[in-house]
């Protein structure tokens, strides 16, 4: 058997106000957390000193063998943790995944309405000594929440940390004592959980943990990292979903990349997605060393193209904001941070800081026609996605004497987004086998990556000809557009997770 630890916490918000407009998009699929093997799944709201830290466990193992450890600022009561229904992270995960998107190009000898639409979005207990003896560790706090009982522990020492742990049947690798040092000196406390067994429930005869929600307050913006190496087995991915009243962050001691967006892909994509965008974004950290990547910064109420339903003041008060008060369910920035690392690569833990709102990976053609390539900062508004787009070129006749090239929709005759049965979901594609060394890139794209150095290969184009990157013969016109504005708040962040694992 072998110990396995997962890691995961993050950061919050400012202030926040925007106006833009964008595509209505056809969504075709999404790639997902499902996409990466045991990516660990954090949500964090925040405002003021206020956060609310949202995880879900990627456990599989027996329930006895399952223990949790998170440092945390202050001594946390029963009223600050509850547990958590596992749809919410499946919602945010979709909403903020990079997507697959697919357009027809219209007859170009087609009468329109050039008239655009627009939407508006209004902004709107008693310490007792430890049993084992050492005289290091104090259990400041005690109780059961869901299936879990949770001790919140003091301590002065390390090794004797570690040593009532182990006393108490928490299942911590070995050798975790130098992790725990720091924090101690900090003067941190320890939230410490295991599974009651009488409570826990089963499928397929595995335990089904349900996720944990807890909130505290602290002046500290930083994300413990290198507590959860201890024992890794290779690399391990992070994905961090940051609510904040319109702000979005990146990390301020690493470096930051935003995912190549609006890549023009050949049509085998369609069916093999997952691998495409595995294969980019290794290529964005082959090019980019030990970069967080962000994936996702947008309004957390709007989308588009829309993998689904938006997310709702009912999900946002699932998230902390029943106590987080003083933002409208359209004042929430959704930022998603995706790291990879391994022991080698982490030198210290992440910082975190504000950073400028920024735009891209939407249907918006510059004055020329063409489609907008890469990011733009945009002061505090946020309008950023990965999104990938397979088109297809009208092959008809254009017989009339003015035709116009360019205008992208639907299928032929229809101006209506595909049907959902017509793509996969994003839980399918998160079933579909991980992409490999033998994922050629450079043949799934029509367009050349700049940013990661990768050219299309000409030799793989459909047809026997690659298509130009940017299609449009006339300036292309937009089937809608949605603008949104806002109030603004300010905060600061932090707090570190480290999840024991254990597999058989």
């Given at each position: 058997?072998?110990?396995?630890?997962?890691?995961p916490f993050?950061l919050?918000?400012?202030?926040?106000?925007?106006?833009?407009?964008?595509?209505?998009?056809?969504?075709?699929?999404g790639?997902?957390?499902?996409l990466?093997?045991?990516?660990?799944?954090v949500v964090?709201?925040?405002?003021?000193?206020t956060?609310?830290l949202?995880?879900?466990?990627?456990y599989?193992?027996?329930a006895?063998?399952?223990?949790?450890?998170?440092?945390?600022p202050?001594?946390l009561?029963?009223?600050n943790?509850?547990?958590l229904p596992?749809?919410?992270?499946?919602?945010v995960d979709?909403m903020?995944a990079?997507?697959?998107?697919?357009?027809?190009?219209?007859?170009?000898c087609?009468?329109?309405?050039?008239?655009?639409?627009?939407v508006?979005?209004?902004?709107?207990s008693?310490p007792m000594?430890?049993e084992?003896g050492?005289?290091s560790?104090?259990?400041?706090?005690?109780?059961?929440?869901?299936?879990?009982?949770?001790?919140?522990?003091?301590?002065?020492?390390?090794?004797?940390?570690?040593?009532?742990?182990?006393h108490?049947?928490?299942?911590?690798?070995a050798g975790?004592d130098?992790?725990?040092?720091?924090?101690?000196?900090?003067?941190?406390?320890?939230?410490?959980?295991?599974?009651?067994?009488?409570?826990?429930?089963y499928?397929?005869g595995?335990a089904?943990?349900?996720?944990?929600?807890?909130?505290?307050?602290?002046?500290?913006?930083?994300?413990?990292?290198?507590l959860?190496?201890?024992?890794?087995?290779g690399k391990?991915d992070?994905?961090?979903?940051?609510?904040?009243?319109?702000?979005?962050?990146?990390?301020a001691n690493?470096?930051?990349?935003?995912i190549?967006?609006?890549?023009?892909?050949?049509?085998?994509?369609r069916?093999?997605?997952?691998q495409?965008y595995?294969?980019?974004?290794?290529a964005?950290?082959?090019k980019?060393?030990?970069a967080?990547?962000?994936?996702?910064?947008?309004?957390?109420?709007?989308?588009?193209?829309?993998p689904?339903p938006?997310l709702t003041?009912e999900?946002?008060a699932?998230?902390?904001?029943?106590?987080?008060?003083?933002?409208?369910?359209?004042?929430?920035t959704l930022?998603?941070?995706?790291?990879r690392?391994?022991?080698a690569?982490?030198?210290?833990d992440?910082?975190?800081?504000?950073?400028v709102?920024i735009?891209?990976?939407?249907?918006?053609?510059?004055?020329?026609?063409s489609?907008e390539?890469?990011?733009?900062?945009?002061g505090?508004?946020?309008?950023?996605?990965?999104?990938?787009?397979?088109r297809?070129e009208?092959?008809g006749?254009a017989k009339?004497?003015?035709p116009?090239?360019?205008?992208w929709g639907g299928?032929?005759?229809s101006?209506?987004?595909?049907p959902?049965?017509?793509?996969?979901?994003a839980?399918?594609?998160?079933?579909?086998?991980?992409?490999?060394?033998?994922?050629?890139l450079a043949?799934?794209?029509r367009?050349d990556?700049a940013?990661?150095?990768?050219?299309a290969?000409s030799?793989?184009a459909e047809?026997?000809q690659?298509?130009?990157?940017?299609?449009?013969k006339?300036?292309?016109t937009?089937g809608?557009?949605?603008?949104?504005?806002?109030?603004?708040?300010w905060v600061l962040?932090?707090?570190?997770?480290?999840?024991?694992?254990?597999?058989?």
């Amino acid at each position: 058997m072998r110990f396995r630890i997962l890691i995961p916490f993050l950061l919050a918000a400012v202030a926040w106000s925007s106006a833009a407009s964008a595509f209505c998009g056809f969504y075709v699929a999404g790639g997902d957390a499902k996409l990466f093997n045991d990516a660990t799944q954090v949500v964090l709201m925040r405002s003021g000193t206020t956060t609310v830290l949202s995880m879900q466990n990627s456990y599989s193992g027996p329930a006895e063998n399952f223990a949790m450890v998170i440092p945390v600022p202050q001594v946390l009561q029963k009223e600050n943790v509850k547990t958590l229904p596992k749809a919410i992270f499946d919602r945010v995960d979709q909403m903020s995944a990079p997507r697959l998107v697919e357009y027809w190009e219209k007859d170009p000898c087609q009468q329109e309405d050039y008239t655009q639409k627009s939407v508006e979005m209004e902004s709107g207990s008693g310490p007792m000594a430890d049993e084992d003896g050492s005289g290091s560790v104090k259990i400041e706090a005690q109780f059961e929440v869901g299936e879990y009982d949770v001790v919140v522990l003091s301590a002065t020492d390390s090794s004797g940390l570690e040593k009532w742990l182990n006393h108490n049947k928490y299942k911590i690798p070995a050798g975790a004592d130098p992790y725990f040092r720091p924090y101690i000196e900090r003067g941190q406390y320890f939230f410490v959980a295991k599974v009651n067994l009488d409570k826990v429930k089963y499928e397929n005869g595995r335990a089904v943990l349900s996720p944990l929600r807890f909130q505290y307050t602290s002046e500290n913006f930083e994300l413990p990292i290198r507590l959860g190496m201890i024992n890794s087995n290779g690399k391990q991915d992070l994905l961090v979903y940051v609510l904040s009243p319109g702000q979005r962050y990146e990390v301020a001691n690493y470096p930051n990349v935003t995912i190549p967006t609006n890549i023009e892909v050949r049509n085998a994509v369609r069916d093999s997605f997952p691998q495409f965008y595995q294969a980019l974004f290794e290529a964005t950290l082959e090019k980019n060393p030990k970069a967080v990547v962000t994936e996702y910064a947008w309004n957390a109420a709007s989308c588009d193209p829309c993998p689904g339903p938006t997310l709702t003041g009912e999900d946002f008060a699932t998230l902390g904001a029943d106590v987080v008060q003083g933002v409208d369910e359209w004042g929430w920035t959704l930022t998603r941070l995706h790291a990879r690392y391994s022991w080698a690569e982490v030198g210290e833990d992440l910082v975190f800081k504000k950073a400028v709102g920024i735009t891209g990976g939407r249907e918006i053609r510059n004055s020329d026609g063409s489609l907008e390539k890469g990011i733009t900062n945009s002061g505090s508004d946020n309008q950023f996605q990965g999104r990938y787009i397979i088109r297809h070129e009208w092959t008809g006749d254009a017989k009339c004497e003015n035709p116009i090239f360019g205008r992208w929709g639907g299928p032929e005759n229809s101006d209506s987004p595909l049907p959902p049965s017509a793509a996969p979901s994003a839980n399918t594609l998160g079933n579909a086998p991980k992409a490999t060394t033998n994922v050629s890139l450079a043949s799934l794209i029509r367009q050349d990556i700049a940013e990661v150095g990768v050219k299309a290969d000409s030799a793989k184009a459909e047809g026997g000809q690659l298509p130009a990157a940017d299609p449009p013969k006339q300036t292309p016109t937009s089937g809608c557009s949605t603008t949104a504005s806002s109030g603004s708040a300010w905060v600061l962040a932090i707090l570190m997770f480290l999840g024991f694992r254990r597999r058989v």
